[in-house]
């Protein structure tokens, strides 16, 4: 069956979080390396990466507003490819419902854990990835960088899953066989059935 529609996870998959994590880091008094060090080794002992605050010691800094440079450069070509291709694009994270602004002008629709009251991988959050699209299950692409949170969950809920191999985890966790790989956003229009 033929995608037309084609949802994106936000973090590290079409935003580069490390503006981000640094200015946390920063926020919270912690040397930027420890951070990014104690965020890695949770994702690659399969841990919530929240624990980071926890692991360190330290209250949780507040997380900063994304700006239109922490696009990766290929996520907007891509989203407009996508767009003039005739796909319905979206954009649905496990992510505070303020994001979603940033997010509007560049894709038909968004959602967010907050605003849903469910986080992925929850099928329920996926249930809510169908209705964001507008199209069957079998027709929607969700396109994450984990395999845990984003690409199981997604074929669990009958999505084609894509798998973008970049960020920590995306690179951590080996692709699935049951999903589509990609190193960059510039291959996905390529790829999709």
Known sequence: MAVEAVVFD???TL???????EAAADAAGV????L??????????????????ETLGVAPAPPPSWEIDDFYSDAL???RRLRESGYRVAAAGNMPDSAEKFLR???DAVGSSASWGVEKPASGFFARVVELAG???EKIAYVGD?????IEPAFEADLVAVHVRRGPWGLLHDTPAVAIAVRSLDELPDVLP
């Open 10 to 12: 936000v973090g590290e």
């Open 15 to 21: 935003v580069d979080e490390t503006r981000m994590w």
């Open 31 to 34: 040397p930027r390396f420890t």
């Open 36 to 53: 990014m060090g104690v965020l890695g080794g949770l994702a690659a002992r399969g841990e919530d990466h929240q624990r980071v605050w």
């Open 77 to 79: 070509p891509c989203v």
């Open 105 to 107: 002008g560049h894709v």
């Open 135 to 137: 199209v069957e299950a």
């Open 146 to 150: 984990r395999v845990d949170n984003d």
